[in-house]
């Protein structure tokens, strides 16, 4: 069945390949590099698949920020809002309706889900996304619904997804499933070292430095500061403050990262949005 999407992913070349395989067989693992579309973009080309008609695709993601994330983003190339076609569940909030074909799933609430109900009445597939993270619940998750599909439920697909998975030993467990795989696309990586002035402040080195990567090439900068204590310290919140060039413009946003883990979730992502900040930049035309 032909894909149609808007914007071309590297994970393209090979939806239908995987396609043919999960009309041929239950379970199939897919490798594909970061990026490739993995998340956002296999749960929809399955959709329309024969064995998916009237059903519903379960993805498991391991963290809620991230059924999230992509649950919306799914939604929005279709064109929707979350709880239309694509929904997630998750501890502390779902969007779900009876329209929704393609649910995001939290590991947790999906061993759950597969304990109340071990059949998977109107669940076509379940999709283990970013597998290679390993978990209790994901292992647990896998075992449960591979049971359900040896015992209950022959016609249940089971699709191991990962970045960086050993492809071959999952297939293993899934009784020799096919491995398909995507190269995706690489790009060329420079590395360029600029020093460290020992007698002036990291974070005024960081803002001189981000703006001459801003001056040299075009596209958005992420940027890394070592600790929290660092990130307390004035940062380029403005074109001014950061020395960047007239023709563009400097905002920071908040991502969510591992180095203030050990504190609570609220005050974890306040550290984090001081600590890390992210210049973004109008597209280059
Ligand atoms: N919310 C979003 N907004 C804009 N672009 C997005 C969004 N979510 C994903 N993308 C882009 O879509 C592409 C595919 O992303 P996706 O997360 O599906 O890849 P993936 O194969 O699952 O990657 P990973 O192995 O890192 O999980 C990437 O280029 C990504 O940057
Ligand atoms: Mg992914």
Same mark, same amino acid.
């Given at each position: 069945?032909?894909?149609?999407?808007?914007?071309?992913?590297?994970?393209?070349?090979?939806?239908?390949?995987?396609?043919?395989?999960?009309?041929?067989?239950?379970?199939?693992?897919?490798?594909?590099?970061?990026?490739?579309?993995?998340?956002?973009? #296999? %749960?929809?080309?399955?959709?329309?698949?024969?064995?998916?008609?009237?059903?519903? *695709?379960? #993805?498991?993601?391991? !963290?809620? *920020?991230?059924?999230?994330?992509?649950?919306?983003?799914?939604?929005?190339?279709?064109?929707?809002?979350?709880? /239309?076609? #694509?929904?997630? !569940?998750?501890? =502390?909030?779902?969007?779900?309706?009876?329209?929704?074909?393609?649910?995001?799933? &939290? /590991?947790?609430? =999906?061993?759950? $889900?597969?304990?109340?109900?071990?059949?998977?009445?109107? #669940?076509?597939?379940?999709?283990?996304?970013?597998?290679?993270?390993?978990?209790?619940?994901?292992?647990?998750?896998?075992?449960?619904?591979?049971?359900? $599909?040896?015992?209950?439920?022959?016609?249940?697909? *089971?699709?191991?997804?990962?970045?960086?998975?050993?492809?071959?030993?999952?297939?293993?467990?899934?009784?020799?499933?096919?491995?398909? /795989?995507?190269?995706?696309?690489? =790009? %060329?990586? /420079? &590395?360029?070292?600029?020093?460290?002035?020992?007698?002036? %402040?990291?974070?005024? $080195?960081?803002?001189?430095?981000?703006?001459?990567?801003?001056?040299?090439?075009?596209?958005?900068?992420?940027?890394?500061?070592?600790?929290?204590?660092?990130?307390?310290?004035?940062?380029?919140?403005?074109?001014?403050?950061? &020395?960047?060039? @007239?023709?563009?413009? +400097?905002? +920071?946003?908040?991502?969510?990262?591992?180095?203030?883990?050990?504190?609570?979730?609220?005050?974890?992502?306040?550290?984090?949005?001081?600590?890390?900040?992210?210049? @973004?930049?109008?597209?280059?035309?």
């Amino acid at each position: 069945m032909p894909h149609q999407f808007d914007s071309p992913l590297p994970i393209d070349a090979v939806l239908d390949e995987l396609d043919r395989t999960l009309d041929r067989h239950n379970a199939a693992v897919l490798v594909a590099p970061p990026g490739a579309g993995k998340t956002t973009r #296999v %749960p929809l080309a399955l959709l329309d698949a024969p064995w998916a008609k009237g059903k519903k *695709i379960i #993805v498991l993601e391991p !963290r809620r *920020i991230a059924a999230r994330a992509s649950a919306e983003r799914m939604a929005k190339t279709l064109r929707e809002r979350p709880g /239309e076609t #694509v929904g997630y !569940r998750v501890r =502390f909030g779902s969007k779900v309706s009876r329209a929704t074909r393609i649910e995001v799933v &939290t /590991e947790g609430i =999906f061993s759950r $889900q597969i304990l109340d109900d071990p059949e998977l009445n109107g #669940v076509a597939a379940v999709l283990f996304d970013e597998f290679h993270e390993r978990s209790l619940d994901a292992d647990l998750g896998l075992a449960l619904a591979r049971d359900a $599909q040896i015992g209950l439920r022959e016609d249940l697909r *089971i699709l191991v997804m990962s970045a960086t998975l050993d492809g071959a030993r999952v297939a293993k467990l899934l009784g020799d499933a096919p491995v398909v /795989e995507s190269e995706g696309r690489a =790009f %060329p990586v /420079e &590395t360029r070292y600029v020093g460290r002035k020992v007698d002036a %402040p990291v974070e005024r $080195q960081m803002a001189e430095t981000i703006a001459t990567a801003l001056r040299a090439d075009a596209g958005s900068v992420l940027a890394f500061l070592p600790g929290a204590a660092r990130s307390a310290a004035p940062r380029p919140s403005s074109p001014s403050a950061c &020395t960047m060039p @007239r023709s563009r413009s +400097c905002r +920071c946003s908040v991502r969510s990262t591992p180095p203030c883990r050990t504190a609570p979730s609220r005050r974890r992502r306040r550290a984090f949005a001081r600590w890390c900040w992210r210049p @973004r930049l109008p597209r280059p035309r």
